[in-house]
């Protein structure tokens, strides 16, 4: 039986099945029942270890927010209180609870006991997940705050964000997350108190700016090491354009890198009010590049400006982009001060009294039909009563009386209109701003939006058809850049070591936020002591580089989305190394069921894809010449899709890219023999890691690269060490190697003591 694969071997059982179904005329109902229940124990059994492999299959590393809500003294309520009560109120809080964290957008992991475990970002990737889990906590705590009839009860809430295991577990295969950040998070719902909700540092540095947060004295918990430093979330920060101005706390820069593009946005503008005329101009960049920055600079140059503008600011983001006018919404909010929690009355009130303030004639006319198409609800009004089911009317009324206000403010003073990554907003607003960039009228409305790439994904050629259009597309920094900004953000450092800067500026190719972010993981991590005047860089605390979790936050919605075959693609890829080989990925099989892709021409299609979606690019001339050589777009990207690949099938895929390595190279072998023992010890094959490692050392030893010779012998040792293979020879020569290194390097102590071992 153990030949076949379980799906041939359920087919046959199930064909035994109704074959012995079929003889019961001819062998009696007992006969057949005893056989049937035989057949069926073991159609049963294989049916249960199919959904296993398949749980194992589908089962995938990510980075997911957790929260446990826990019932605050429930043990001690349900006490002397009937079973059957205790378990009504228990249903009560679950549908309620459910209800909270189903509007927040995810999915509800297990209940136990009277307490519950929920993900966000298990299902699908969004930026947002750790915002959402934090505003549904509130919501839950602002729905129990004054407990459940004339019960006292209270939640608290426990919250924690990081990488995951998401697998089935059990005979029953329940799917749910394991790991570290799991646990973590019961531990911080046990450590709170009633009424609070207490977050991790790695989901406070996901959500910082958008909620107040009181920062805890660092607390100790179980299985870890150090104490954990914690913030209980209060409330919401009302809500702004701009969610203060990404950096490093307590440090303000100059912008770095994009004075061309500075300068293009202030001669658009300068055009726009002297030729008077609707100008639009886009700037696209990837996430953290600075496109908000440029923004940020542009609104504080206007402030300085001779000439006074009329100033509306929106921003879109991914949680209301299947709003209608969402964006539109955020952009009148913005200006008249109305505020989610508002009434509709009071968003009513406030928009008529801000248009009338603004415009004379008319003000209560257009105060409906743009109140009406924002969703604020003026039904009673004269104007819009009689047309309110007419949704195309309404529409191309409304935005005829937004023309007309616009139109009717430029008498005074020109208009700019900021819009924030509008590659989320709604359909309807982005038809809004095309309807005033077409408009033909003498207007000098300056519209400045940003977007990332994926705009001409949803919108292809959105803006080509504006009369007056610029787009600009914001690439990376180059290296010169990126080193001037590390040294603006830490000059508080005396002597600043050049090396220290080249280090961060390499890491964060070109990306001003994924530099800032590590800038702050070496903050918490020590190696960047920060003081009142003066900072402190402590580098032999640096031993590597950790990739922060708001870098993976940004990449992984976007992993997320790709299809079963370019994510199995990408991911064997990244097993490989940020430079790889379709041939080599071609070759890389994990257990039958895993087998996404059948051959060659499979992983050409997706890896055609993969181009076009610029993750990788062709890299030329190829090492090899019967593989096409590809090199990942970002070295974080390759890093953070490596993290996803389960562990299992990390070892086997080493394994083979390593065996592909060998057979490609040949006689040149010599030439990867660093590159294939990394392989192999990544596969967990220590023996086949040291021999690659010895004969990299002594090849470095024939060339004279003797720190060279000096590095692999001594990591080799260290395979050695943590292994189960003690072989004294191979020990023996290493030490022997690594003793005529020092030699030859004239540490000649060192030298004598490797000898003597």
């Given at each position: 039986?153990?030949?076949?694969?379980?799906?041939?071997?359920?087919?046959?059982?199930?064909?035994?099945?109704?074959?012995?179904?079929?003889?019961?005329?001819?062998?009696?109902?007992?006969?057949?029942?005893?056989?049937?229940?035989?057949?069926?124990?073991?159609?049963?059994?294989?049916?249960?270890?199919?959904?296993?492999?398949?749980?194992?299959?589908?089962?995938?590393?990510?980075?997911?927010?957790?929260?446990?809500?826990?019932?605050?003294?429930?043990?001690?309520?349900?006490?002397?209180?009937?079973?059957?009560?205790?378990?009504?109120?228990?249903?009560?809080?679950?549908?309620?609870?459910?209800?909270?964290?189903?509007?927040?957008?995810?999915?509800?992991?297990?209940?136990?006991?009277?307490?519950?475990?929920?993900?966000?970002?298990?299902?699908?990737?969004?930026?947002?997940?750790?915002?959402?889990?934090?505003?549904?906590?509130?919501?839950?705590?602002?729905?129990?705050?004054?407990?459940?009839?004339?019960?006292?009860?209270?939640?608290?809430?426990?919250?924690?964000?990081?990488?995951?295991?998401?697998?089935?577990?059990?005979?029953?295969?329940?799917?749910?997350?394991?790991?570290?950040?799991?646990?973590?998070?019961?531990?911080?719902?046990?450590?709170?108190?009633?009424?609070?909700?207490?977050?991790?540092?790695?989901?406070?540095?996901?959500?910082?700016?958008?909620?107040?947060?009181?920062?805890?004295?660092?607390?100790?918990?179980?299985?870890?090491?150090?104490?954990?430093?914690?913030?209980?979330?209060?409330?919401?920060?009302?809500?702004?354009?701009?969610?203060?101005?990404?950096?490093?706390?307590?440090?303000?820069?100059?912008?770095?890198?994009?004075?061309?593009?500075?300068?293009?946005?202030?001669?658009?503008?300068?055009?726009?009010?002297?030729?008077?005329?609707?100008?639009?101009?886009?700037?696209?960049?990837?996430?953290?590049?600075?496109?908000?920055?440029?923004?940020?600079?542009?609104?504080?140059?206007?402030?300085?400006?001779?000439?006074?503008?009329?100033?509306?600011?929106?921003?879109?983001?991914?949680?209301?982009?299947?709003?209608?006018?969402?964006?539109?919404?955020?952009?009148?909010?913005?200006?008249?001060?109305?505020?989610?929690?508002?009434?509709?009355?009071?968003?009513?009130?406030?928009?008529?009294?801000?248009?009338?303030?603004?415009?004379?004639?008319?003000?209560?006319?257009?105060?409906?039909f743009i109140g009406e198409l924002l969703g604020f609800d003026f039904s009673e009004s004269a104007y819009v009563r009689g047309i309110r089911n007419e949704a195309r009317q309404i529409r191309?009324?409304?935005?005829?009386?937004?023309?007309?206000?616009?139109?009717?403010?430029?008498?005074?003073?020109?208009?700019?209109?900021?819009?924030?990554?509008?590659?989320?907003?709604?359909?309807?607003?982005?038809?809004?701003?095309?309807?005033?960039?077409?408009?033909?009228?003498?207007?000098?409305?300056?519209?400045?939006?940003?977007?990332?790439?994926?705009?001409?994904?949803s919108h292809p050629n959105w803006g080509d058809s504006f009369p007056f259009c610029t787009v600009i597309t914001i690439g990376t920094l180059d290296f010169d850049a990126s080193r001037e900004?590390?040294?603006?953000?830490?000059?508080?450092?005396?002597?600043?070591?050049?090396?220290?800067?080249?280090?961060?500026?390499?890491?964060?190719?070109?990306?001003?936020?994924?530099?800032?972010?590590?800038?702050?993981?070496?903050?918490?991590?020590?190696?960047?002591?920060?003081?009142?005047?003066?900072?402190?860089?402590?580098?032999?605390?640096?031993?590597?580089?950790?990739?922060?979790?708001?870098?993976?936050?940004?990449?992984?919605?976007?992993?997320?989305?790709?299809?079963?075959?370019?994510?199995?693609?990408?991911?064997?890829?990244?097993?490989?190394?940020?430079?790889?080989?379709?041939?080599?990925?071609?070759?890389?099989?994990?257990?039958?069921?895993?087998?996404?892709?059948?051959?060659?021409?499979?992983?050409?299609?997706?890896?055609?894809?993969?181009?076009?979606?610029?993750?990788?690019?062709?890299?030329?001339?190829?090492?090899?010449?019967?593989?096409?050589?590809?090199?990942?777009?970002?070295?974080?990207?390759?890093?953070?899709?490596?993290?996803?690949?389960?562990?299992?099938?990390?070892?086997?895929?080493?394994?083979?890219?390593?065996?592909?390595?060998?057979?490609?190279?040949?006689?040149?072998?010599?030439?990867?023999?660093?590159?294939?023992?990394?392989?192999?010890?990544?596969?967990?094959?220590?023996?086949?890691?040291?021999?690659?490692?010895?004969?990299?050392?002594?090849?470095s030893m024939r060339l004279s690269a003797y720190r060279e010779a000096l590095s692999a012998s001594e990591r080799a040792l260290a395979i050695l060490a943590s292994s189960d293979d003690t072989?004294?020879?191979?020990?023996?020569?290493?030490?022997?190697?690594?003793?005529?290194?020092?030699?030859?390097?004239?540490?000649?102590?060192?030298?004598?003591?490797?000898?003597?071992?």
């Open positions: 039986m153990s030949a076949k694969p379980l799906p041939e071997h359920i087919a046959d059982l199930k064909k035994a099945i109704a074959a012995q179904e079929s003889m019961r005329s001819i062998l009696g109902d007992s006969v057949v029942e005893t056989t049937l229940a035989v057949l069926h124990d073991q159609l049963n059994e294989l049916e249960r270890q199919l959904r296993q492999q398949d749980a194992a299959n589908q089962a995938r590393r990510k980075l997911v927010t957790v929260l446990f809500a826990d019932v605050s003294g429930f043990t001690a309520f349900s006490e002397n209180r009937d079973a059957e009560d205790v378990a009504n109120l228990v249903n009560h809080l679950c549908i309620r609870a459910d209800r909270i964290i189903q509007e927040y957008g995810d999915r509800i992991d297990k209940y136990i006991g009277d307490a519950v475990m929920a993900l966000w970002g298990a299902e699908t990737g969004r930026e947002d997940v750790a915002e959402r889990a934090v505003r549904a906590a509130l919501k839950m705590q602002e729905t129990f705050t004054d407990g459940v009839g004339l019960l006292p009860i209270r939640l608290k809430v426990g919250i924690n964000s990081g990488p995951v295991l998401l697998s089935a577990i059990g005979t029953q295969g329940e799917f749910t997350a394991m790991g570290d950040t799991v646990n973590t998070a019961s531990r911080l719902v046990n450590s709170a108190q009633g009424g609070e909700i207490l977050i991790s540092h790695d989901t406070y540095q996901l959500v910082r700016g958008i909620f107040d947060v009181q920062k805890q004295t660092p607390i100790t918990v179980k299985g870890k090491a150090e104490p954990l430093q914690t913030y209980i979330v209060q409330r919401v920060r009302p809500r702004a354009f701009k969610i203060g101005r990404r950096g490093v706390e307590g440090v303000t820069t100059r912008m770095v890198g994009r004075e061309a593009e500075f300068q293009t946005i202030q001669a658009s503008l300068e055009r726009s009010v002297t030729d008077r005329r609707v100008t639009v101009v886009i700037v696209k960049g990837d996430a953290g590049l600075g496109k908000s920055r440029l923004i940020y600079e542009f609104e504080a140059w206007l402030d300085s400006h001779s000439t006074d503008f009329y100033l509306f600011k929106g921003r879109a983001d991914e949680e209301t982009m299947s709003l209608p006018y969402s964006l539109l919404r955020d952009l009148f909010s913005e200006r008249f001060q109305i505020r989610n929690s508002d009434s509709q009355a009071e968003a009513r009130e406030k928009l008529e009294k801000g248009i009338a303030g603004m415009i004379e004639e008319g003000s209560e006319e257009r105060a409906a191309d009324r409304s935005f005829h009386h937004i023309a007309q206000f616009f139109a009717e403010l430029t008498l005074d003073s020109p208009i700019v209109l900021l819009l924030d990554d509008i590659h989320w907003a709604d359909n309807g607003s982005l038809a809004l701003v095309q309807h005033l960039a077409k408009l033909e009228s003498d207007l000098p409305v300056f519209i400045l939006c940003t977007a990332r790439p994926s705009l001409d994904e900004l590390v040294s603006e953000i830490l000059r508080n450092v005396p002597d600043l070591p050049t090396e220290f800067v080249e280090t961060v500026a390499k890491n964060a190719e070109g990306n001003p936020f994924y530099l800032e972010e590590l800038i702050k993981v070496l903050i918490e991590d020590g190696v960047i002591v920060k003081g009142e005047d003066i900072w402190q860089i402590v580098p032999h605390r640096l031993t590597q580089l950790r990739v922060p979790a708001t870098r993976t936050g940004v990449l992984q919605p976007r992993l997320d989305r790709l299809p079963v075959k370019e994510n199995e693609v990408l991911e064997r890829a990244a097993v490989i190394g940020r430079t790889f080989w379709d041939a080599a990925v071609a070759v890389m099989r994990g257990s039958q069921a895993a087998q996404v892709l059948t051959g060659g021409e499979d992983v050409h299609t997706a890896l055609s894809a993969l181009r076009n979606k610029e993750l990788v690019f062709p890299h030329q001339p190829s090492t090899f010449a019967s593989a096409q050589e590809f090199i990942f777009k970002h070295a974080i990207l390759r890093e953070v899709t490596y993290e996803r690949v389960l562990k299992a099938k990390r070892k086997l895929y080493h394994r083979m890219a390593a065996d592909w390595l060998i057979q490609q190279s040949g006689e040149r072998v010599d030439e990867y023999l660093g590159l294939i023992a990394q392989h192999y010890e990544l596969a967990g094959e220590a023996g086949r890691a040291v021999a690659f490692l010895e004969r990299a050392a002594d090849q072989d004294p020879a191979m020990r023996a020569r290493l030490l022997l190697t690594i003793g005529s290194a020092h030699l030859w390097l004239t540490d000649h102590a060192t030298a004598t003591a490797r000898f003597a071992e």
